[in-house]
């Protein structure tokens, strides 16, 4: 038995100096004997319910190359940051099943990982064996499903969307959208090539945050069709939140995502003609100041209802480097799953319970797992984060378990630290470093969004 001492516990709604017992692996009420339990004092630091990390792409084909990040690395850095579920995204082939994908997903998963994980699966294909298959999906553990309005590769039409919107809900199962317009993108990417614009930079300016905005309304109004809920992924725009805030004033349920490189960095990043700009090149592109502090903004009025890092990392040589005099070479994406807690601590909420909420008992609700994720209540998991608020440090690249070569965040001080992480009520990872890798277990999920 585990006994934490003198710790704040926190959930979405309340702070209690309070005990926490741990036995089995589980969350318990304080048992009549607890002699002989093993102490753990968490004076002076707040303990949370593991946080969940929503949206990630470990070990994933980007077709040109692979993310630098496969399971094993990427999941022992989201231990390490705090870190104790990851929901990836397995992804349909075309003129593949989507129990092939899953099957293939759980191959590259199974024994590697140091947090729990489960999977999304991204639909590119929409037949009548997919749509069957959404049921095989659920029963697998599977409830939340992702299209994509982008990418030629993966997109689906309007249509095929809003009978997977459809189909999905009648299952209990939420879909998520990656909400840009694949024309338009298409269309300005070929112009700004065409005329020698192969900087960085105008990655970000082909897809302006009206591509995005546009795309929003639109999955927002296909939803309304098919009377399902809809999950904005990745938001990045005050235009694109306007229209949620549209849909959601019309009745419609909404879940909506942003992550820390929207809510920390802007355009700036991307420079003038060089090509370090690349590092930040990720879809949606980083955007400016007004948006940053619009979804500032809303994530601390509770119009963000979670906060993932898209984390899709790929080393800066050899890798961004592809993109070298164009840049619909650079391959899409950036790290963040280690740094996304002490990130959004310092730069994004201000009390502990709506960083509880971001991080855990949201995403926990949204996608299946409460209350067996998501919460510190007896017969929880105990998957249990000890942080400490106060402490000081600086993000270093070279200090990171990540297995990228950069950080977007590099030189950034941030407050906060997971100084023990139990996983399944085990020491797993302390003060960044994980002390025992290997132990995550796949979480099979509920039905999604049956109680946020
Ligand atoms: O640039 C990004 N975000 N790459 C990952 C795939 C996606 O669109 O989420
Ligand atoms: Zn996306
Ligand atoms: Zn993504």
């Known amino acids: 038995m585990l006994h934490i001492k003198n710790g704040v516990l926190v959930s979405g709604s309340a702070t209690q100096k309070a005990d926490l017992w741990i036995e089995g692996g589980k969350i318990v009420e304080t048992p009549a004997d607890a002699s002989g339990a093993e102490l753990i004092d968490a004076a002076g630091c707040l303990v949370f319910p593991g946080f969940i990390d929503a949206h990630t792409h470990m070990q994933m084909d980007a077709g040109a190359t692979w993310t630098a990040d496969d399971f094993a690395s990427g999941t022992a850095a989201a231990l390490a940051g705090g870190t104790t579920v990851i929901l990836d995204f397995a992804t349909q082939a075309r003129g593949r099943s989507l129990n092939e994908a899953l099957d293939l997903w759980h191959s590259r998963a199974?024994?590697?990982?140091?947090?729990?994980?489960?999977?999304?699966?991204a639909v590119t294909d929409?037949?009548?064996?997919?749509?069957?298959?959404?049921?095989?999906?659920?029963?697998?553990?599977?409830?939340?499903?992702?299209?994509?309005?982008?990418?030629?590769?993966?997109?689906i039409s309007d249509d095929a969307l809003r009978e997977l919107l459809r189909e999905a809900a009648a299952l209990g199962g939420l879909v998520g959208a990656h909400c840009e317009l694949g024309d338009t993108v298409n269309k300005n990417r070929a112009e700004l090539v065409a005329a020698g614009k192969t900087a960085p930079k105008y990655h970000a300016l082909s897809r302006p945050d009206k591509v995005e905005a546009d795309a929003v309304a639109r999955f927002l109004e296909l939803a309304g069709e098919a009377d399902a809920p809809a999950w904005v992924v990745h938001l990045s725009t005050r235009e694109g939140l306007h229209n949620i805030e549209t849909a959601r004033a019309r009745g419609q349920r909404v879940l909506t995502e942003t992550c820390p490189q929207y809510l920390t960095l802007t355009d700036k990043v991307y420079g003038a003609d060089?090509?370090?700009?690349?590092?930040?090149?990720?879809?949606?592109?980083?955007?400016?100041?007004?948006?940053?502090?619009?979804?500032?903004?809303?994530?601390?009025?509770?119009?963000?209802?979670?906060?993932?890092?898209?984390?899709?990392?790929?080393?800066?040589?050899?890798?961004?480097?592809?993109?070298?005099?164009?840049?619909?070479?650079?391959?899409?994406?950036?790290?963040?799953?280690?740094?996304?807690?002490?990130?959004?601590?310092?730069?994004?909420?201000?009390?502990?319970?709506?960083?509880?909420?971001?991080?855990?008992?949201?995403?926990?609700?949204?996608?299946?797992?409460?209350?067996?994720?998501?919460?510190?209540?007896?017969?929880?998991?105990?998957?249990?984060?000890?942080?400490?608020?106060?402490?000081?440090?600086?993000i270093r690249a070279a200090e990171q378990v990540q297995n990228v070569d950069y950080s977007p965040w590099e030189g950034f001080q941030v407050r906060g630290r997971a100084k023990v992480v139990l996983l399944g009520g085990e020491l797993c990872a302390a003060e960044g470093n994980v002390l025992k890798a290997g132990q995550g277990k796949y979480v099979a999920r509920e039905r999604a969004w049956a109680n946020l």
């Open 110 to 121: 199974d024994g590697h990982c140091s947090c729990g994980y489960g999977f999304h699966m």
């Open 274 to 394: 060089g090509f370090e700009g690349a590092k930040y090149v990720c879809s949606p592109p980083i955007r400016n100041a007004h948006d940053r502090l619009a979804l500032l903004d809303a994530t601390r009025k509770g119009k963000v209802d979670i906060i993932s890092t898209d984390h899709c990392s790929f080393n800066y040589k050899g890798q961004k480097e592809m993109g070298l005099g164009d840049f619909t070479k650079i391959p899409n994406g950036l790290p963040g799953v280690e740094h996304r807690p002490a990130l959004i601590w310092t730069y994004a909420t201000q009390s502990p319970e709506r960083f509880c909420a971001l991080l855990s008992e949201n995403p926990a609700k949204a996608f299946g797992m409460y209350p067996r994720k998501g919460t510190l209540s007896s017969g929880a998991d105990a998957d249990v984060v000890i942080w400490d608020g106060g402490e000081t440090w600086t």
């Open 126 to 155: 929409w037949n009548g064996r997919t749509r069957l298959e959404l049921r095989d999906m659920a029963n697998r553990g599977v409830t939340s499903f992702k299209a994509y309005m982008a990418y030629d590769n993966l997109r």
